[in-house]
C-alpha cells in the first residue's frame, strides 16, 4: 500500500498523470489532472485500487480529498469510477456539506449518482465526514497554544493561524507559523 509519492509530473491526460519519481513512470488517475502542471514537483496522496486483473493507483493533491474518496468508495454502489468524477466536479466541502444536508439534488448532479445511489451516500455518510473540522480546530488549538508558550501575543496568533493550512502536520504548521511571525 502507497501513501504518497513524491516526484515530478511528465504527462497529462484527460484522467490521469504520470509522475517520474527516481526513473520510474507512476500512472495515477487523479480527479483534475490539468491541476498539475509538467515538469513541476508535486506530492500526490495515493490509493491504491488491487483487483485479480487489475492495479490501479488513484491520487489526490490533499489528504482531505482522499480521505472523502475513501469515505466515498465504501458506500454500496459506489466505486472509484463513480467517486473520482464527484472530486473532479464538485469541491470537497461541496459534497460534505449536500450529504450533511441531504441535498440529493446535489448529488445526483454527478455522473452514475441517481436517486438510489444519492440516498444511499447520505444513509452511510451523514455525520461521519463532519469530524475532519473538529480535527482541523484541534489542531489550530495546538498551534495557538505553541505559539503562546514561546511568547507571542493573542493577536499577532490570532492573525498568522488563518493563514496556515490546517492539514498539515503540527510541526509543520508551526514553523510556518513561525516564518509568518518573523516577517
Same mark, same amino acid.
Given at each position: 500500500?502507497?501513501?504518497y509519492i513524491?516526484?515530478?509530473?511528465?504527462?497529462?491526460?484527460?484522467?490521469?498523470?504520470?509522475i517520474?519519481?527516481?526513473g520510474?513512470?507512476?500512472?495515477i488517475?487523479?480527479?483534475?489532472?490539468?491541476?498539475f502542471?509538467?515538469?513541476?514537483?508535486?506530492?500526490?496522496?495515493?490509493y491504491?485500487?488491487v483487483?485479480?486483473?487489475?492495479?490501479?493507483?488513484?491520487?489526490?493533491?490533499?489528504l482531505?480529498e482522499?480521505?472523502?474518496f475513501?469515505?466515498l468508495?465504501s458506500?454500496?454502489g459506489?466505486?472509484?469510477?463513480?467517486?473520482?468524477p464527484?472530486?473532479?466536479?464538485?469541491?470537497?466541502?461541496? #459534497?460534505?456539506?449536500?450529504?450533511? +444536508?441531504?441535498? /440529493? *439534488?446535489? !448529488? @445526483?448532479?454527478?455522473?452514475k #449518482?441517481?436517486d438510489k445511489?444519492a +440516498?444511499?451516500? /447520505? *444513509?452511510? !455518510? @451523514?455525520?461521519?465526514?463532519?469530524k475532519s473540522?473538529?480535527?482541523?480546530?484541534?489542531?489550530s488549538?495546538? !498551534?495557538?497554544?505553541?505559539?503562546?508558550?514561546?511568547g507571542?501575543?493573542?493577536?499577532?496568533?490570532?492573525?498568522?493561524v488563518?493563514?496556515?493550512d490546517?492539514?498539515?502536520?503540527?510541526?509543520?504548521q508551526?514553523?510556518e507559523?513561525?516564518?509568518?511571525?518573523?516577517?
Open positions: 500500500m502507497y501513501a513524491k516526484g515530478f509530473v511528465k504527462n497529462i491526460e484527460s484522467d490521469y498523470i504520470v517520474d519519481n527516481n520510474i513512470g507512476y500512472l488517475y487523479t480527479a483534475s489532472p490539468y491541476s502542471e509538467i515538469d513541476k514537483e508535486y506530492t500526490v496522496y495515493l491504491q485500487y483487483r485479480e486483473d487489475e492495479i490501479t493507483l488513484y491520487g489526490f493533491k490533499s482531505e482522499k480521505k472523502l475513501l469515505k468508495i458506500v454500496k459506489v466505486g472509484c469510477k463513480m467517486a473520482l464527484m472530486l473532479a466536479t464538485g469541491s470537497p466541502d461541496g #459534497i460534505i456539506d449536500a450529504i450533511e +444536508r441531504e441535498n /440529493i *439534488l446535489y !448529488l @445526483k448532479k454527478f455522473p #449518482i441517481g445511489v +440516498r444511499q451516500i /447520505i *444513509l452511510d !455518510l @451523514k455525520g461521519k465526514l463532519a473540522d473538529e480535527a482541523t480546530v484541534q489542531t488549538d495546538e !498551534l495557538v497554544e505553541a505559539l503562546k508558550s514561546l507571542y501575543k493573542n493577536a499577532d496568533i490570532n492573525k498568522v488563518k493563514k496556515i490546517g492539514s498539515l502536520d503540527i510541526g509543520l508551526i514553523k507559523a513561525l516564518k509568518l511571525l518573523l516577517k
